[in-house]
């Protein structure tokens, strides 16, 4: 055979295997993404939508709609009106003040209780004052940062003393001699056999407390 012709057709059967073999080679590359690997996906994703879709029709039961709270959450939910009161005795409502006093700061040997039967005690006295500073004085009213001290006299009695005004609205040297007075005579029983000790907090007085002292003034006849 002429030697050109052999080598023709070696370079033809060189290059049918090599059509072959990349022929092979690309159609497992166009298989990859439609292949098992694809499919693969395909599962995962409806799998994952089938549970998506079972936890969105779910339906809050009634029993879970009436489950009691666990315990441990209950105790929580405690709300401040719910806490124990002070044992104070009950009293009109003419003989408070009409705005409530401000938080308390006690110093000493001092309990709460006590100083807020202090504070009940000098109110009416001091709204007394703040009555007659009306008459002469008829837009009065304001705020006083008071402090004095509670303790425990011979008699067993406690009574009020020392007071200091940090900050008051009132200005009227009469009307604050006759607060000072207040303090320094008002006389009550404590729970405790010993008290010795300050407290401090803001007082309000307003016109409202005026009509109050009248109402008391007038059922007292």
């Known amino acids: 055979m002429n030697k050109n012709v052999m080598i023709g057709l070696g370079a033809a059967v060189v290059a049918t295997l090599g059509f072959v073999a990349f022929g092979l080679s690309s159609g497992d590359d166009a298989a990859g993404p439609t292949g098992a690997g694809a499919d693969v996906a395909k599962v995962g994703g409806v799998a994952t939508a089938a549970a998506a879709g079972a936890n969105a029709d779910r339906k809050v039961t009634r029993d879970e709609e009436n489950a009691e709270p666990p315990k441990d959450e209950k105790k929580d939910l405690a709300l401040p009106g719910q806490l124990p009161k002070l044992n104070l005795p ?3 409502a003419t003989a408070l003040p009409v705005k409530p006093h401000g938080k308390l700061e006690i110093e000493g040997d001092l309990k709460e209780v006590d100083a807020e039967l ?3 005690t000098v109110f009416p006295k001091i709204r007394s004052c703040y ?11 304001g705020r006083m940062l ?23 609205q009132f200005t009227d040297p009469t009307y604050l001699s006759c607060v000072r007075d207040a303090i320094d005579k008002a006389k009550f029983k404590v729970d405790a056999s010993a008290v010795n000790g300050t407290v401090t907090f803001p007082m309000h007085l307003a016109p409202e407390d005026v009509d109050n002292h009248n109402k008391e003034a007038a059922a007292a006849k």
Do not use: S, W
Request: glycine share 10%; no cysteine.
């Open 90 to 92: 009950e009293v009109a």
């Open 118 to 120: 202090a504070i009940r």
């Open 131 to 141: 009555v007659e500073l009306r008459q002469r004085a008829p837009q009065a009213k």
């Open 146 to 168: 008071m402090r004095f001290r509670v303790k425990t006299g011979e008699d067993g009695k406690a009574g009020t003393g020392e007071l200091y005004l940090k900050e008051t």
